[in-house]
T-cell receptor, first 117, second 111 residues
Framework: GAVVSQHPSWVICKSGTSVKIECRSLDFQATTMFWYRQFPKQSLMLMATSNEGSKATYEQGVEKDKFLINHASLTLSTLTVTSAHPEDSSFYIC?????????????FGNGTRLTVT | LAKTTQPISMDSYEGQEVNITCSHNNIATNDYITWYQQFPSQGPRFIIQGYKTKVTNEVASLFIPADRKSSTLSLPRVSLSDTAVYYCLVGLSGNTGKLIFGQGTTLQVKP
């Protein structure tokens, strides 16, 4: 149980275009989803927290107008990288917290590799 | 949010038991301790979670002393496929859990 699916697993786009990444909780309702970014040889960096039906909360230094997050349902959150540039190339990972119990661990998707050319 | 400190890297050999210790001096009363494993180009995979004393599952054990200021992940009889980065995190879990990752421990298992 507690499966989190990300799509696509990898994407290549041209500079200036926008890319949407989906994060779905397949077998539970995720009231909260988290988006992380990971550069090579580095740890995961939390970008934002999204709660179903409300605006996302961004971490300091993360541009909310560049990284648009939508959490329209209890099973889907999307991250849109707008006007992507090569420096946005990274590994993006989502995680989801459910209502199973207050101490249930977060489960992570398998990540999306974004390459901006 | 509690900060964690782990060794950056560890080496081991197949069949050995590996213990990775994590320090979290500022852990809060309601915080849980959770360990994740990450392979290259994959998302972190949940290994084990605990609050106090000892927790064991089919893949690992987690030892937490009474003061909860540290924890030790124990991997019995590691194999080459256990080569990965291991992250110790503390915080609330579930739908309120905002987890901040530290640098993690890169475990290299040698034949």
């Amino acid at each position: 149980g507690a499966v989190v699916s990300q799509h696509p697993s990898w994407v290549i786009c041209k500079s200036g275009t926008s890319v949407k990444i989906e994060c779905r909780s397949l077998d539970f309702q995720a009231t909260t989803m988290f988006w992380y970014r990971q550069f090579p040889k580095q740890s995961l960096m939390l970008m934002a927290t999204s709660n179903e039906g409300s605006k996302a909360t961004y971490e300091q230094g993360v541009e909310k107008d560049k990284f648009l997050i939508n959490h329209a349902s209890l099973t889907l959150s999307t991250l849109t990288v707008t006007s992507a540039h090569p420096e946005d190339s990274s590994f993006y990972i989502c995680s989801a917290g459910g209502i199973v119990s207050y101490n249930s661990p977060l489960h992570f998707g398998n990540g999306t590799r974004l390459t901006v050319t | 949010l509690a900060k964690t400190t782990q060794p950056i890297s560890m080496d081991s050999y197949e069949g050995q038991e590996v213990n990775i210790t994590c320090s979290h001096n500022n852990i809060a009363t309601n915080d849980y301790i959770t360990w994740y494993q990450q392979f290259p180009s994959q998302g972190p995979r949940f290994i084990i979670q605990g609050y106090k004393t000892k927790v064991t599952n089919e893949v690992a054990s987690l030892f937490i002393p009474a003061d909860r200021k540290s924890s030790t992940l124990s991997l019995p009889r590691v194999s080459l496929s256990d080569t990965a980065v291991y992250y110790c995190l503390v915080g609330l879990s579930g739908n309120t859990g905002k987890l901040i990752f530290g640098q993690g421990t890169t475990l290299q298992v040698k034949p």
